[in-house]
């Protein structure tokens, strides 16, 4: 389902509010950030390690991203 879908098949008060869709954002994040720090731990090659690196940095610019979007939104 689209963005525009979700906005002509709900009405305002059937939408969650974005500051709970932020906070579950955020746990699911937190829970890929995680995984991938121990499969960067855990890993048993250089090449794995590194890939697990990547996810880490890309997580956590995630988190960051949602962070400056929840600010611009709910400030």
Not at 36 to 53: H, N, Q
Not at 65 to 70: K, V
Request: hydrophobic letters at 45%; glycine letters at 4%; aromatic letters at 2%.
């Amino acid at each position: 389902m689209t963005a525009a879908d979700w906005a002509t098949r709900t009405s305002v008060d059937e939408r969650p509010e974005l500051g709970t869709l932020f906070h579950r954002l955020n746990n699911q994040l937190g829970i890929i950030l995680a995984n991938a720090e121990l499969l960067e731990t855990k890993a048993g090659d250089e090449m794995s390690r590194a890939r697990a690196a990547q996810v880490v940095a890309s997580v956590l610019d995630a988190m960051t991203t949602a962070r400056e979007l929840r600010k611009q939104l709910l400030e």
